[in-house]
């Protein structure tokens, strides 16, 4: 039975923020709520101050509160009744563990909340709970805010952490191990999603959970090879994750296959929309096809093409990777590399649970399978009209 209410004046005052401090405000609603509800401040049955409550309390929108309230929802401590507000949960959720996410790119990149969400339907984290941990923010101090995190995964005692290391700054690897170290130190399992922060040939302690990018490079370069496409060339960002790397090396094993010797440079690291960089590449290069790096990458180049005026595929056709949501919605659907995602978040689920389990057992990776999904970027509708 509901124990009876607390209002605002029985909750603890919210900590002082210093001004320097960038943690959203729906971060320190939500650590205020947990440590009431961990310190038992809230027991098992009272209710939580209503969203305006809350609101007035740290000074914040209701969607603010209301996102706060979710993640302590999804977490499995609380509970939303229609008309009754939100209790404290019972006890019967206390033997389920807590998982932080730490994912500096989350809301960035669009393959890392299918990915979370494929966790969350996992019947293997049932009663697990999920925290989630957002490190992106627009002061561009992702590093900063990503160990502040992993500090609070720390103080919570989560029972372990999946992490998708930091990329596109110069200070990644380093950001991306003092990270691990931290985590290593308190004793807390990893799963690496989608990369490992270590470059190649090296490899962390860590399982992981992805693809594999080599294969997805060769898928994507041979299917424009197939097409009788010879002047490719590769295209990634700088600082980018070593995913980029093994994608290169499946390029570059398609090209060897299919005897094509490049007597250009096929491979360009920089931003799609950095004009200049571009048009270099398209007067020395003198590319057919393209192989992005993944399909924001490619969507970017699209924009850029658009404004030179370079017709897709006409005159130049473009391969991305991810099949991202809006991939069939540019102005040219995107031939790409479809990966599982949710598929990837709920391998990543039973992953760390057998570790878990067995912390013994040999460190590894385990692939998630990819295929090919071919629009009209690749100009593959063109060869069968000419055919």
């Excluded at 960035?108 to 925290?131: K, Q, V, Y």
């Excluded at 004009?275 to 993944?294: H, Y």
């Amino acid at each position: 039975m509901a124990g009876p209410r607390k209002s605002t004046s029985e909750m603890p005052p919210p900590p002082q923020v210093n001004p320097a401090d960038r943690i959203a405000k729906h971060r320190r609603v939500f650590e205020h709520l947990l440590n009431s509800i961990q310190t038992g401040q809230l027991k098992p049955g009272d209710r939580l101050p209503s969203e305006a409550e809350l609101g007035k309390l740290f000074d914040a929108s209701r969607i603010t509160v209301a996102k706060a309230v979710l993640d302590l929802q999804r977490m499995g401590l609380v509970t939303r009744r229609p008309g009754a507000g939100t209790h404290v949960q019972g006890q019967q959720f206390s033997t389920g563990r807590t998982f932080g996410l730490l994912i500096p790119e989350l809301g960035m990149t669009e393959i890392f909340e299918p990915i979370c969400h494929g966790m969350m339907r996992s019947p293997f984290a049932r009663p697990d709970a999920l925290l989630w941990g957002n490190a992106s923010n627009p002061a561009n101090d992702t590093a900063k805010d990503a160990e502040q995190l992993v500090q609070s995964f720390i103080a919570q005692k989560v029972a372990g952490v999946f992490f998708a290391p930091l990329e596109l700054t110069s200070e990644k690897d380093a950001v991306n191990r003092r990270i691990a170290r931290m985590l290593e130190r308190a004793q807390i399992p990893i799963v690496l999603l989608d990369r490992c922060y270590m470059p190649y040939p090296d490899r962390s302690a860590h399982d992981l959970v992805g693809i594999d990018n080599r294969r997805a490079g060769y898928m994507a370069t041979a299917h424009l090879l197939g097409l009788g496409v010879r002047r490719l060339v590769f295209l990634g960002e700088q600082n980018a994750a070593n995913t980029v790397d093994a994608r290169i090396t499946g390029f570059f094993e398609a090209l060897r296959n299919f005897g094509v010797k490049p007597d250009y440079e096929p491979v360009w690291r920089g931003s799609p929309q950095d004009e200049p960089l571009i048009r270099r590449m398209l007067n020395t290069a003198r590319p057919e096809g393209i192989v992005c790096a993944n399909d924001l990458t490619a969507a970017r180049l699209m924009q850029t093409f658009l404004a030179f005026g370079v017709r897709i595929p006409e005159e130049v056709r473009i391969v991305g990777m991810d099949d991202v949501r809006y991939a069939n919605l540019l102005p040219v659907p995107l031939t790409t590399i479809h990966q599982d995602c949710p598929g990837i978040g709920t391998v990543a689920m039973a992953t760390m649970l057998e570790r878990l389990e067995h912390p013994e057992l040999p460190i590894r990776d385990v692939l998630v399978p990819t295929k090919l999904i071919v629009r009209r970027s690749c100009g593959a509708h063109l060869a069968q009209t000419e055919s």
